[in-house]
Structure formats: structure tokens, C-alpha cells
């Protein structure tokens, strides 16, 4: 029996403005494909911040992410999606478009029977609700790692000297598992605020993070450089090149828009990222790869269940929490973001609760 009531809370983005408000479940919508998860926790991600100001390219084939990140429990089941009522799951937004967004009371989400397959991925740590990090992003880190691997053959980043620009989720959870593949890592930021979440988290040690003019004082430097800010400007993209050794690979994970080329015109830098591909490029003397990664698999969920399981230390990815909002709370918090009068290093996690 369905535990969907027939009113919910939800927000609308709608003209670059966030609301909350109740709405009627739409009539019919319980069908055989569909899935309904009450979310507990939700993040904040960028890409939500990017949308509210129109400054993301949407994928037709997924669509928006405005409230993606979450973990919660099956509350509907249709007969024709193999789902379980009652399983903690999280959401692959990166399978089927035909959902509604999370940041809400319940996130409905359609589709086949392979794709719900996909897109709604069993938590397997029952542990999850009292010490809370999102599943993804950290598939996606996962995914990203895994491919650029495949892209360059390797096994590991063993004795590799990995340089990372951003101290966002993103690029600290790339330092947990660079450092755990076995490389040295050196990650630049821009502001304080995040050098000093990731020292005072114990994510990151002193000798680990640096401000991001530090870049000129390591050029041609490091074999791999993963460049994860919001904006992969041309700017920031040369700063990446200019810390890569000769034969290094910078692997461009965040920022890029349609149509942004680098360096100088070569070559297609955000259909690299989004088709996960590798290039070769000439850069001031220096031969480069330029790969990218985008989005995740349920596998890639699964290999993160696995790390965070077995190597707690090595990955403590409920320290990227730095601040436990309601969902009321969330319109004008994620508005003073969005208008950059707010900023908090980590994540944001929304807890929703039962409506009063
Ligand atoms: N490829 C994928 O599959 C994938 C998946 C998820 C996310 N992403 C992308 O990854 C990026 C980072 O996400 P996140 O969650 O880490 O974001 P975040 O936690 O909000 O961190 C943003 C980071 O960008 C830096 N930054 C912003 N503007 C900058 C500028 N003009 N110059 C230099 N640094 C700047 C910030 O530095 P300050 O502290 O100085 O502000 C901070 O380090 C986003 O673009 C997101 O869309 C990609």
C-alpha cells in the first residue's frame, strides 16, 4: 500500500526564483513506472546554483539536476519497476529525465523497468541517516577516476604528482581518492574559506593545500592535473596547463560550456568532459592530454559504497557536511547563494521532516 499522501511540499524553480509550497500529487501518477522516495536528506550542489541563474547547458537526455543529491526511502513502488518499498535508496539523475526534483516532501521518478534499475540505487549502509554524505557526487569522483584510468591505461596514480584546482565537494573528494591510489596531492584554491573547511575537517594537512596563485610557484610540475572548480575559465584552464609536466594529463571535471576550446583554439574542451574523452595537444613546449569525465553508472555508486565501507579513514565523507538546513529554510538560503551573498565550503544537507 502507497505511503504518498495526496498533498506534498515541494519547491519550483521557475524565472531563476525558488519557492516552496503544497501541491496535489497529480492524479494518476502512481502508475506501474513509477517510483516515489520520500527524501531525508538532500544536498546542495552547484549545479543546482547553476541552473537557478541559467548559467548550466541542460542535457535533453537527463534534464535539469535542480535537486539531485539525496538520500531517502522508497515510499511507491509501480508493479513494473522491481523497485522495494521501504529500501534507503539515492537517485541516478543521470538515467532518465521524466522526475520531479528532490528538493520536496517526495520525488517522483518515471520510467522503464532498466532504467529505474539505474536511476534508483539501494544504500547498503543502514548507518547512512545518523552520519549523512551523498552518494553522489561521489559516484561521479569514482566515475571520473575510473575513466581517466581507462583513457591512459593505467592501474593506479602510484608516485604520481597530482595538482588539483578547487577545494569545492568535488575537488577534495578527488583528493581522497588520488591520495588513496597512492599519489601526492597539492590542491589550490582560490579562497580561504574552503582551505581552511578542508584543514579544520582534517581532510586535507597543511603541507596538502595551497591558495591558488601558489600554482606559479610549481610550473611544469605535476603528472596529473584534475581541474574541478565551477568555471573552467580559459584562465583557470591555463593555470592547469602551466602546472602540468611535459606528458601529463589534466583531466577537466567541472565549468565547461558549449563550445569553450582550449588551449587557444585546439581542441573542444567540454565535449571532451562530456563524452569522456582523451586528446592530445600542444601547449608552449610542452605535449599534454586532455581528458574529461561526466556523470556516473550504479556501478560507480556501488565501488563508493565499497571505499567508504572499507576505508573509512581514507574517505570521510561525512566531514564535506558543514551545514544541516530545514527545507523551509532552503529557498532563501539556496537564493543568497545563487546571488553569491552566501557561500559555505562543503556541502549543505536539507533534512526533511514530516509536515506539522
Ligand atoms: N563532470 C561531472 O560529472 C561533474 C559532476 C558533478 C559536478 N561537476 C562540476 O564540478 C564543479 C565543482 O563542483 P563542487 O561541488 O566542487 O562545487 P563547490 O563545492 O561549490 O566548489 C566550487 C569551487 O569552485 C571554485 N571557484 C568558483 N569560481 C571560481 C573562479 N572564478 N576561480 C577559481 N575558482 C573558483 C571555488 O573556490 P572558492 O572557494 O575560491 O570560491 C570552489 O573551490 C562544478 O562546476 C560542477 O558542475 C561535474
Same mark, same amino acid.
Given at each position: ?9 515541494? !519547491?519550483?524553480?521557475?524565472? +531563476? ?10 492524479? /494518476?501518477?502512481l ?15 552547484r549545479?543546482d ?5 541559467g548559467? @548550466?547547458?541542460v542535457?535533453g ?32 539523475? /543521470? ?7 528532490g ?9 522503464? $523497468? ?7 540505487v539501494r ?6 541517516h ?13 566515475h571520473a577516476?575510473?575513466?581517466?584510468? &581507462? ?19 568535488a ?16 590542491? *589550490? ?7 581552511? *573547511? ?8 597543511? +603541507? ?6 601558489? !600554482? $606559479? ?20 584552464? &591555463? ?29 573542444d574542451?567540454?565535449?571532451?568532459r562530456?563524452?569522456e574523452r582523451?586528446?592530445?595537444v600542444?601547449?608552449?613546449g $610542452? @605535449? ?9 553508472? $550504479? ?30 529554510? *532552503?529557498?532563501?538560503l539556496?537564493?543568497?547563494?545563487a546571488? +553569491?551573498?552566501?557561500?559555505h ?12
Amino acid at each position: 500500500m502507497s505511503s504518498v499522501p495526496s498533498t506534498y511540499e515541494t !519547491t519550483t524553480l521557475r524565472d +531563476g526564483t525558488v519557492s516552496l509550497g503544497v501541491h496535489a500529487v497529480p492524479e /494518476n501518477t502512481l502508475g506501474d513506472d513509477t517510483v516515489v522516495i520520500k527524501p531525508h536528506y538532500i544536498g546542495i550542489c552547484r549545479a543546482d546554483i547553476k541552473e537557478i541563474v541559467g548559467s @548550466r547547458d541542460v542535457m535533453g537526455d537527463r534534464g535539469p539536476l535542480f535537486g539531485h543529491e539525496l538520500v531517502g526511502t522508497v515510499a511507491f513502488s509501480g508493479a513494473g519497476t522491481g523497485i522495494q518499498e521501504g529500501d534507503v535508496v539515492t537517485l541516478n539523475p /543521470n538515467i532518465t529525465p521524466t522526475r520531479t526534483t528532490g528538493f520536496a516532501e517526495y520525488i517522483f521518478v518515471h520510467g522503464t $523497468k532498466e532504467q529505474l534499475e539505474q536511476a534508483v540505487v539501494r544504500v547498503p549502509e543502514p548507518e547512512i541517516h545518523n552520519d549523512v554524505w551523498m552518494p553522489e557526487p561521489f559516484a561521479c569522483i569514482v566515475h571520473a577516476v575510473k575513466k581517466l584510468l &581507462e583513457l591512459t591505461n593505467a592501474h593506479s596514480l602510484e608516485g604520481k604528482k597530482v595538482g588539483i584546482i578547487g577545494a569545492g565537494c568535488a575537488g577534495l573528494m578527488f583528493a581522497m581518492y588520488a591520495r588513496h591510489l597512492g599519489a601526492s596531492i597539492s590542491v *589550490f584554491n582560490r579562497g580561504e574559506m574552503r582551505r581552511a *573547511f578542508a584543514r579544520e575537517q582534517r581532510i586535507l594537512t597543511e +603541507g596538502e593545500i595551497y591558495p591558488l596563485g601558489d !600554482t $606559479k610557484n610549481h610550473p611544469d610540475n605535476f603528472d596529473l592535473v584534475i581541474v574541478a572548480p565551477t568555471v573552467a575559465s580559459a584562465e583557470i584552464l &591555463e593555470i592547469a596547463a602551466d602546472m602540468a609536466a611535459d606528458e601529463a594529463v589534466v583531466l577537466v571535471y567541472g565549468g565547461t560550456r558549449n563550445g569553450d576550446r582550449f588551449p587557444l583554439g585546439q581542441t573542444d574542451v567540454d565535449s571532451i568532459r562530456r563524452n569522456e574523452r582523451i586528446e592530445s595537444v600542444e601547449y608552449r613546449g $610542452k @605535449r599534454l592530454s586532455i581528458s574529461g569525465a561526466y556523470g556516473c553508472f $550504479k556501478e560507480d555508486y556501488e565501488e563508493g559504497y565499497r571505499l567508504h565501507a572499507q576505508h573509512p579513514h581514507e574517505f570521510p565523507l561525512e566531514r564535506l557536511a558543514s551545514r544541516q538546513i530545514s527545507l523551509d529554510e *532552503f529557498p532563501d538560503l539556496v537564493m543568497g547563494m545563487a546571488a +553569491g551573498t552566501e557561500d559555505h565550503p562543503g556541502k549543505v544537507l536539507i533534512e526533511v521532516g514530516d509536515r506539522r
